[in-house]
């Protein structure tokens, strides 16, 4: 099979580098779901939005002065950008808010629905056209979120449906962003600077609702720092970058369908990291949308001219 490569270093199908690629970042964000539930036994929620925002904003703006990287032209990218930010803070609202009552298991399975929402926004709005096959991908994914709705075992409380129900909505937000960035001007923008746009804005979005999200201190440890350090340094400053780069260069589609590996990544770091129970049913719904999106993600024959 040839990958055909279009106008500008973009392809059209995914390749062994953007497979290998998404392989490591997905692993990096199924643990991102055990770091975010580790930071906040030590830190309020919203304070760590708000500081791994700030920080990790100023170690992309100096990568971006080191590399000469231009951010301030007028190039059409401060609407769409200043939306998919504001997509973006809300996304991560509901994630941080969402694991204080759900387990990093749940969460990860219900954050990552995220590629049914891509290939429905992908199909209307981006041109990405669903097949038969595809729908049915779609379907049996769609499966697995249900069980895990129904699995009243792996329960971590009373109030864990809020917490599923938030992480499905940031999923959901994640699609959304996704369709603003390659729907607009900031498909042609560095990646630097897409998300730049999106660190500036959740930053400045969390930060009024620091005082209402309980004591900014709670029980701080090394533990809980590193955790924080983790996600503000490695995870947002380095993998959503590469995310970025890689989405301006592969279809939309095609790179959020190996989002089926982070929930098994969040899945498994959450019952060797936190000892969370892994149930028949959390299992079955892991194997459904590992199935359903794997199906989404079948690669096709194409012949390429010449």
Request: aromatic share 12%; with cysteine.
């Amino acid at each position: 099979m040839t990958v055909a490569v279009a106008d500008g270093g973009r392809r059209e199908a995914i390749d062994a580098f953007a497979a290998i690629m998404m392989i490591g970042l997905t692993f990096s964000w199924g643990l991102n779901q055990v770091a975010i539930k580790i930071a906040n036994t030590g830190y309020s929620p919203m304070f760590v939005l708000f500081l791994r925002s700030a920080v990790a904003a100023g170690l992309v703006f100096l990568w971006c002065r080191y590399r000469r990287i231009s951010l301030f032209q007028r190039d059409g990218t401060l609407l769409p950008g200043l939306l998919a930010g504001a997509l973006f803070g809300l996304e991560f609202f509901c994630i941080f808010v969402g694991l204080e009552y759900t387990s990093a298991a749940r969460g990860a399975l219900m954050l990552n629905a995220m590629p049914f929402w891509m290939l429905l926004g992908g199909h209307f709005l981006l041109g990405e056209k669903m097949s038969a096959v595809k729908f049915v991908g779609l379907v049996l994914a769609f499966a697995g979120v249900s069980l895990v709705f129904s699995d009243g075992l792996s329960l971590p409380g009373p109030g864990a449906i809020i917490g599923d129900v938030l992480c499905l909505l940031g999923g959901v937000l994640w699609a959304a962003t996704i369709v603003v960035i390659k729907h607009s001007r900031l498909t042609d923008a560095s990646a630097e600077k897409t998300l730049l746009y999106q660190l500036s804005v959740s930053g400045l979005m969390a930060l009024p609702f620091i005082p209402f999200n309980g004591p900014i201190l709670r029980d701080v440890s090394w533990l809980a720092s590193g955790a924080f350090v983790f996600q503000a340094v490695f995870v947002v400053a380095f993998t959503y970058v590469v995310w970025f780069w890689l989405m301006r260069r592969y279809p939309a589609s095609g790179l959020s369908s190996f989002a089926f590996l982070t929930p098994a990544f969040g899945v498994l770091s959450g019952a060797v990291v936190l000892g969370e129970p892994l149930t028949a049913k959390i299992v079955l719904a892991l194997c459904l949308i590992a199935i359903g999106l794997l199906v989404v993600n079948r690669p096709h024959r194409r012949v390429v001219p010449g």
